[in-house]
T-cell receptor, first 116, second 116 residues
Framework: AQKITQTQPGMFVQEKEAVTLDCTYD???????LFWYKQPSSGEMIFLIY??????QNATEGRYSLNFQKARKSANLVISASQLGDSAMYFC?????????????FGSGTQLTVLP | KAGVTQTPRYLIKTRGQQVTLSCSPI?????VSWYQQTPGQGLQFLFE???????NKGNFPGRFSGRQFSNSRSEMNVSTLELGDSALYLC???????????????FGEGSRLTVL
């Protein structure tokens, strides 16, 4: 079975500083993908970044980068130059097989608050 | 390009009733997935439809069902509602015909169901 662990229920960061949100995963599937989503209070899940298990380089998307350490089974999200609009819940998710279903498994989320 | 549209956004039902939620995917997307989000259980996969066929199913009782129409629009139905069914129900679509591990999911804003 797959499992995603986010150990930081809440994080605070000062505006314009960088912040790292932790994510570890567990799976026996050799092929998987790792995603980060942002969920503002409106409820919509917004895709941020994706890393495939066979990708050699860490993924980057603008101010977002994914620090992928396969041996440690970690996929931390780094947000550079935080902005007030970054305040939201952040979810790490993994694709792969869970039982009979190929689906996304989500972590419990990290509530990020950016302070002015 | 219009995003994923879910209706209704909010609804209140009583125990024992049934409810139908609707999801219109992004134009051209043929895969639609449903997720349930609760404070206690987090985000959990319900099912995925592709070309009118249910391809994957999560670990939910048979009271939860869905379908997909020829225009890719999808509905999910919950019968004999229980208090624990109160949740945000999120629909997501993607363009790839492959499993959830390839291609990002685009989410709607969700339908917030309250069961009294």
């Amino acid at each position: 079975a797959q499992k995603i662990t986010q150990t930081q229920p809440g994080m605070f960061v000062q505006e314009k500083e960088a912040v790292t949100l932790d994510c570890t995963y567990d799976t026996s599937d050799p092929s998987y993908g790792l995603f980060w989503y942002k969920q503002p209070s409106s409820g919509e899940m917004i895709f941020l970044i994706y890393q495939g298990s066979y990708d050699q380089q860490n993924a980057t998307e603008g101010r977002y980068s994914l620090n992928f350490q396969k041996a440690r089974k970690s996929a931390n999200l780094v947000i550079s130059a935080s902005q007030l609009g970054d305040s939201a819940m952040y979810f790490c998710a993994m694709s792969g097989f869970s039982g009979s279903a190929r689906q996304l498994t989500f972590g419990s989320g990290t509530q990020l608050t950016v302070l002015p | 390009k219009a995003g994923v549209t879910q209706t209704p956004r909010y609804l209140i039902k009583t125990r024992g009733q049934q409810v139908t939620l609707s999801c219109s995917p992004i134009s051209g997307h043929r895969s639609v997935s449903w997720y349930q989000q609760t404070p206690g259980q987090g985000l959990q996969f319900l099912f995925e439809y592709f070309s009118e066929t249910q391809r994957n199913k999560g670990n939910f009782p048979g009271r939860f069902s869905g379908r997909q129409f020829s225009n890719s629009r999808s509905e999910m139905n919950v019968s004999t509602l229980e208090l624990g069914d109160s949740a945000l129900y999120l629909c997501a679509s993607r363009s790839s015909g492959q499993g959830a591990g390839t291609g990002e999911l685009f989410f709607g804003e969700g339908s917030r169901l309250t069961v009294l």
